[in-house]
């Protein structure tokens, strides 16, 4: 059994942070006959959980709900959390990497091109795009599609890059106009369009006016995309949808 103090010294945590974590229902220690607070192996043990947790990124409200649940499995838990951390130890071993070869470079040791510059950064963009939608698309466009929208990314030039950057940012313009002008059909809805498939073509190898279509739907549909267009404008996500739906001829 350990004290608050020695248990914070075990784990380099301040006696105040094992405060907070059990004011948030997170730790539970035990209670002495004279009100002292032990944490024994149960408490260890859960405290080790959270922490792994907390280090992957998961807000603490959620890793509350993880380790309350009644069919926990700390042993799967622990597997889990080795797999994620290797997977984030490989992802920052990319972007270190591309940083040693751009301080080599900017010394004049060692040439770099601009498309090794943000390699690392494409294949992070890759993983999250797959880690947050990637069973979605993979069942509605197909492995094929996405592995060569993957390939085109990762082959994107500096300028390219730029440009879907610039792109996105005038969709983002161009669709807060048309959601104060409160038409679908006009002028600047044609320009939100024609942006919109420009950015797309960023990623996609082939254009297709059904799909395109049904990215509007699945905008509106998907509180993730709803959330991203809503926090551009009020109304956004609807919005495009509409514009897609109207321009977008097979």
């Not at 993983?127 to 990637?134: H, T």
């Amino acid at each position: 059994m350990y004290s608050i103090k020695e248990m914070a010294d075990l784990c380099g945590l301040s006696t105040r942070a094992l405060q907070h974590f059990e004011q948030k229902g997170l730790l539970r220690p035990q209670r002495l006959g004279n009100g002292y607070r032990a944490y024994g192996e149960q408490e260890v043990a859960r405290l080790q959980h959270l922490l792994f947790y907390r280090e992957l990124g998961l807000p603490l409200q959620d890793i509350k709900g993880i380790l309350d649940r009644q069919d926990f499995d700390s042993k799967a838990a622990l597997q889990n959390h080795l797999v994620q951390l290797k997977e984030k130890a490989a992802r920052m071993e990319r972007l270190i990497n591309t940083l040693e070869k751009t301080i080599a470079h900017e010394e004049g040791r060692k040439a770099m091109n601009d498309k090794e510059k943000f390699e690392g950064f494409k294949k992070e963009q890759i993983r999250q795009n797959e880690e947050r939608y990637g069973k979605e698309i993979r069942e509605k466009y197909g492995d094929q599609a996405i592995d060569e929208s993957n390939a085109k990314l990762m082959g994107q030039s500096k300028a390219d890059h730029e440009r879907s950057l610039a792109l996105a940012l005038q969709v983002n313009d161009l669709l807060k106009q048309v959601v104060a002008e409160k038409n679908s059909t006009g002028e600047t809805a044609r320009q939100l369009y024609q942006a919109h498939k420009d950015w797309l073509m960023c990623y996609w190898t082939k254009y297709n006016a059904q799909a395109h279509a049904a990215l509007g739907q699945m905008y509106v549909d998907d509180e993730r995309f709803s959330k991203y267009y809503e926090d551009v404008v009020p109304g956004g996500a609807v919005a495009l949808r509409d514009v897609l739906a109207a321009f977008c001829e097979p």
